[in-house]
């Protein structure tokens, strides 16, 4: 059974899609690995595909999206990096892979997924909610309960389904929603890929909720989840093995999340402070921090947030500038800045 697994980033998230990939092929050396970059490398950063833990590269504009640097233009960093999930879990499912496996970039194994193929026999589609134990603490309610009512029930750093039946009619539809509308629009009930996937299980079958707690432990819900090494350095989650770990928010953030509800849970700090290492390995300096191709315009002023909702919401906008990226005379750039915006 052929298993596909991809995770889409920027350069920016490199060193992050490293640590992932590296650990993917440590535990499932047979599994074809992609990479979905939606960038354009740094000037000074030499990118060999060659060289890096993943068998492959595919490029955003390599996905087929009609008039591709208007559609692009609609979307910041994030929003694009989930929206052209969607295209590429599409595509992959006429690839001749079995199974399709997403993992953010920011996610590490620290054991076998081999569980999930186990799944894939009896379902189509795999999801991971945020929370699979309710809350009680009315802090935690406030942070992650609330959070997931606002950005959707599960978290789609990862996502798994089989690549016929019913998974394949979910990837076409999501697909077709996220080329669409995969904006960070939550007043519209839009949280870029994740608030589609509350309607999975109405409309779809086969849908299995993974409510092992060793799958997808992040900050949002270690407040249910209790780490614990053992004498053989199993790590188990809740007594079940450590499976996959999403580290969101690296820096900051991410530790006052994570210290707030691990508490005296010592190996969580373990877990965070070897990942950190794993990414300090991978960091090329090269690479600018925040680095995006695609968030200037030509002339290299930066392009504001309103400038793409704008262009989004106005078709005669995009008709008029089918390459928003461009400068100089009779491009959206001159436009907006005649209008005083």
């Not at 060999?48 to 979307?75: C, M, T, Y």
């Not at 052209?84 to 076998?112: M, R």
């Not at 089918?322 to 800045?337: C, E, I, K, M």
Request: proline fraction near 6%; aromatic fraction near 14%.
């Amino acid at each position: 059974m052929k298993v596909l697994v991809y995770s889409s980033f920027t350069f920016s998230y490199l060193n992050r899609a490293r640590v992932l990939f590296q650990t993917l092929r440590r535990f499932h050396p047979d599994w074809e690995l992609v990479a979905l970059i939606t960038d354009e490398p740094p000037l000074n950063f030499a990118f060999d595909p060659a060289s890096e833990p993943f068998d492959r590269v595919v490029l955003a504009q390599d996905l087929g999206i009609p008039n591709f640097k208007g559609w692009l233009f609609k979307h910041d960093v994030v929003e694009v990096c989930t929206a052209v999930k969607g295209p590429f879990l599409h595509q992959a499912c006429a690839s001749g892979a079995d199974i399709a496996i997403y993992l953010d970039p920011d996610t590490a194994l620290l054991n076998s997924l081999e569980p999930l193929v186990g799944w894939l026999q009896d379902h189509d589609i795999l999801l991971t909610p945020h929370l699979v134990d309710p809350n009680e603490d009315r802090g935690a309610i406030l942070d992650n309960d609330l959070s997931a009512s606002r950005t959707g029930i599960f978290n789609l750093g990862f996502v798994a389904i089989r690549t016929s039946g019913e998974g394949e009619r979910f990837a076409k539809w999501w697909n077709d929603r996220l080329l669409s509308f995969c904006y960070d629009d939550i007043p519209n009930g839009i949280f870029v890929d994740q608030r589609w996937c509350d309607h999975v299980p109405a409309l779809f079958d086969k849908v299995k909720v993974v409510r092992d707690p060793g799958y997808n432990v992040a900050s949002w819900n270690l407040s249910r989840r209790t780490i614990a090494v053992g004498r053989d350095g199993g790590v188990t989650v809740n007594g079940q093995p450590l499976r996959f770990w999403h580290f969101t928010k690296l820096g900051p953030t991410g530790d006052l999340m994570t210290k707030k509800y691990a508490g005296d849970n010592y190996p969580v700090y373990e877990i965070w402070n070897w990942y950190k290492r794993q990414v300090a390995n991978t960091t090329v300096t090269t690479i600018p921090d925040r680095y995006w191709a695609y968030d200037a315009y030509a002339d290299g002023a930066k392009i504001e947030k309103s400038h793409r909702v704008l262009y989004r919401e106005r078709t005669d906008l995009q008709a008029a500038f089918p390459d928003p990226f461009a400068t100089g005379r009779g491009s959206y750039r001159s436009w907006l800045l005649s209008e005083g915006l």
